[in-house]
């Protein structure tokens, strides 16, 4: 893997870990209590979004073994671009459901890199 394709990996893994420290031990009322929270936590899946899009184009097959990979770049360009309609319980579905997912997947993908 190259090394490019290796920093968008550590941008996804650093940005789904914050995600996690941000939303660790809070509910979805305290995340739509807190305007810092849900800018902090869209801000993140931005990120993640754009590092999974920029490596599409330079590792195909990486981003094809990331499950929901294409639903997570439209789910940025979401944010991004359809900031107005952003329905706040959809995110919050996805940290609680989805981010889990997507970080074991971002480490194991990294670590069996670093075991070649």
Do not use: C
């Amino acid at each position: 893997m190259r090394l490019e394709a290796k920093k968008y990996l550590e941008d996804i893994r650093q940005a789904a870990e914050l995600l996690q420290q941000f939303t660790r031990g809070k509910t979805f009322h305290n995340y739509i209590a807190d305007p810092l929270l849900r800018s902090g936590v869209e801000r993140k899946f931005e990120i993640i979004g754009e590092a999974l899009n920029k490596l599409s184009r330079i590792a195909p097959l990486v981003v094809e073994s990331i499950t929901e990979s294409r639903r997570i770049i439209a789910f940025r360009n979401m944010l991004i671009h359809g900031y107005n309609a952003i329905d706040d319980k959809v995110v919050w579905d996805i940290v609680e459901t989805k981010l889990p997912a997507l970080a074991r997947e971002v480490e194991a993908l990294l670590a069996n890199e670093s075991d070649t």
